[in-house]
């Protein structure tokens, strides 16, 4: 008997991945409206300012370090009633948070990034933001992250993971 991937539950079944399924060219307006929204957002609390990530990176101001913490203690919190309260995907599956290992790569990535979220003034996610909100320069720091993660991916088999 042939069982249907979407109707599976069993324990070792994984995530319905929402990117195979096929659905009208309408269907993505949603992440369309969520991104605007966030992006406004992100402007309107100075979270993509180049001047507030700078006070930040110079300790000269608290703003950027709320914004962060407070996204931290969320999702702690999210995590902890995920996980206490058993809750599952809107197909009713298990949310597995799978454990993970610390390396050293790590480091050297943080650093990298938080080096380049230093000089730029910009970390992927407010790019768009930036850009949206008319910092055309941006574009420049939004092609850089594009090759970088394409330069990432042709080395990361030779990095120290």
Known sequence: METNKQTDFSKDAMCINESDKKHPWWYDIKYLIVGIIFGITFVKAEIVSWFRIQEMFRLESFHMYGVIGTGVVIGVISVQIIKRFKIKTIYKEDIVIANKTFNKGQIYGGLIFGLGWAITGACPGPLFAQIGAGFT???????????GTWFYGLIKDKLPH
Do not use: R
């Not at 320069?137 to 090759?147: H, R, W």
């Open 137 to 147: 320069v941006v574009a420049v720091t939004f092609l850089s992250a594009i090759a």
